[in-house]
T-cell receptor, first 115, second 111 residues
Framework: EAQVTQNPRYLITVTGKKLTVTCSQNMNHEYMSWYRQDPGLGLRQIYYSMNVEATDKGDVPEGYKVSRKEKRNFPLILESPSPNQTSLYFC??????????????FGPGTRLTVL | EDQVTQSPEALRLQEGESSSLNCSYTVSGLRGLFWYRQDPGKGPEFLFTLYSAGEEKEKERLKATLTKKESFLHITAPKPEDSATYLCAVQAVGGSYIPTFGRGTSLIVHP
């Protein structure tokens, strides 16, 4: 089954404790991205990757890091989480056939709470 | 700055009562406009991409249309299973691939 998986699905942590949210896709997609979704603000892109070793900032990259060492994986790293990073996070992927946003597949989401 | 405004914020319909959702956008140049459906507790699910004014796409009871300033998602004879939040997003022409999403329209269809 074609899918984007994220782990963990739920995470409660404390300020300053480094964490990683994993994202993996099995569709051989070139393009991957991370979003956060907050009430009243909608989806905002954090980082995106056009292909392996090619990452770039989205609208809200502060406080986050990403890496793309393999095509299928795109982990999101919070080096020192803060309460304002409490949010619902989504990973997405799509085939980059000249139009990387055409038909993005989203993961199930990771609900992060930073105390 | 690219902007996307969706209206109404919430919509309640009776089963079979057709209606439309609106997505107004402001971009320097449109690369594409996207509609997604999001069920509670799940990630968005892709519905349509529209690229140019006058374009229309259909899927079951849904039909998306595009003008130079807005897009409509028409829902014909909706069923309770159409209840969801519908998201609109635009991507502007240029080097950045960052999409701008609207806040969504929450649709509830009563049986």
């Amino acid at each position: 089954e074609a899918q984007v998986t994220q782990n963990p699905r739920y995470l409660i942590t404390v300020t300053g404790k480094k964490l990683t949210v994993t994202c993996s896709q099995n569709m051989n997609h070139e393009y991957m991205s991370w979003y956060r979704q907050d009430p009243g603000l909608g989806l905002r892109q954090i980082y995106y990757s056009m292909n392996v070793e090619a990452t770039d900032k989205g609208d809200v990259p502060e406080g986050y890091k990403v890496s793309r060492k393999e095509k299928r994986n795109f982990p999101l790293i919070l080096e020192s989480p803060s309460p304002n990073q409490t949010s619902l996070y989504f990973c997405a992927s799509s085939a980059n056939r000249g139009r990387p946003y055409n038909e993005q597949f989203f993961g199930p989401g990771t609900r992060l709470t930073v105390l | 700055e690219d902007q996307v405004t969706q209206s109404p914020e919430a919509l309640r319909l009776q089963e079979g009562e057709s209606s439309s959702l609106n997505c107004s956008y402001t971009v320097s140049g449109l690369r594409g406009l996207f509609w997604y459906r999001q069920d509670p507790g799940k990630g968005p699910e892709f519905l349509f991409t529209l690229y140019s004014a006058g374009e229309e796409k259909e899927k079951e009871r849904l039909k998306a249309t595009l003008t130079k300033k807005e897009s409509f998602l028409h829902i014909t004879a909706p069923k309770p299973e159409d209840s969801a939040t519908y998201l609109c997003a635009v991507q502007a022409v240029g080097g950045s691939y960052i999409p701008t999403f609207g806040r969504g329209t929450s649709l509830i269809v009563h049986p």
